[in-house]
C-alpha cells in the first residue's frame, strides 16, 4: 500500500524551529505513513530553503500570506491525505501509530491536541482551554495541525488565500473535526513576549471579530501589532 500523506508546512524564515518539527516526523516515514513533504515558503531570508532541501522537501515559493502558503503548498501536494502543520509544531513521540488508527477507523478531519514547549500552571491552562475549544466546537486552529483527505479538502475549497484566520474557515468548511491522541507542541514564545493571559484573551477576541464578519486583512494589522 503506497504511503497515504503528504506533510504541508508553511514557512517564513524558521530556521530556528524547522528541524525540530522535521525530526520528529521520521517516526511518520518510518511507519510508511509520509509519501511527501512539501514546504510552502513565503520568502524567507534565512536557511529555511537549505533545511528543507537537506530533508528532501519540495519547496513551493510564494508571496508571505498563511492561507495563500497553504493553498498553494496544498495544491501541489499527491497525497491522499495531507497533513498541514506550522512550522513551529511539534509532534509528540506516538503521533504515527494515533494517525494510523484514525485512517483505519475514522476517515474524517483530525487535528492533534495542543500542548507548548514550556512548562507551569499557565502554558497547561491555555493548552486545556483550547483543547476544550476544539472537543466542543470542532475547531482546531493551525497550530495543533490538521490531518485531512484530499476528497474533504477540495470539496471544501481548500484554504483560502488570507492572511488571518486560514485555519478557522477551512476547519468550518469541513466535516467535524476530531481530536487524535497525541500532542502537536508549539512554541511558546508569542505567549512568553506577550503575556499568557493577554495573548489568550487577545486570540479570543480576534476570533470574535472574525465571527462578526471583520475583514482578515484588518484582523491580521491589528495582530502584527
Known amino acids: 500500500m503506497p504511503a497515504p500523506i503528504s506533510i504541508v508546512i508553511p514557512t517564513l524564515n524558521a530556521e530556528e524551529d524547522l528541524p525540530k518539527t522535521l525530526e520528529a516526523l521520521m517516526e511518520g516515514l518510518q511507519a510508511g505513513l509520509i509519501c511527501e513533504l512539501v514546504v510552502s515558503d513565503g520568502g524567507s531570508s534565512d536557511h529555511t530553503a537549505k533545511i528543507a532541501e537537506s530533508a528532501g522537501a519540495q519547496i513551493v515559493n510564494g508571496p508571505p500570506s498563511r492561507g495563500g502558503q497553504l493553498r498553494r503548498g496544498c495544491a501541489a501536494a ?121 495573548r489568550g484573551a487577545r486570540n479570543l477576541w480576534t476570533l470574535a471579530r472574525y465571527f462578526l464578519g471583520v475583514d482578515p486583512e484588518r484582523l491580521a494589522q491589528a495582530y502584527r501589532r
Open 78 to 198: 499527491k497525497g491522499d491525505w495531507l497533513l498541514v502543520l506550522h512550522a513551529d509544531s511539534v509532534l509528540e513521540p506516538g503521533w504515527a501509530q494515533a494517525v494510523l488508527s484514525h485512517l483505519e477507523t475514522t476517515p474524517r478531519p483530525a487535528a492533534f491536541r495542543l500542548g507548548f514547549r514550556a512548562k507551569g500552571f499557565w502554558p497547561l491552562w491555555v493548552a486545556g482551554w483550547a483543547n476544550l475549544r476544539s472537543r466542543v466546537f470542532g475547531l482546531p486552529y493551525g497550530d495543533q495541525g490538521l490531518l485531512v483527505s484530499r476528497s474533504d479538502y477540495d470539496a471544501a475549497g481548500g484554504y483560502p488565500d488570507q492572511p488571518l484566520m486560514e485555519d478557522v474557515a477551512l476547519v468550518r468548511a469541513l466535516p467535524r473535526a476530531g481530536l487524535l491522541p497525541a500532542r502537536a507542541l508549539t512554541s511558546a514564545e508569542r505567549y512568553r513576549r506577550s503575556g499568557w493571559l493577554r
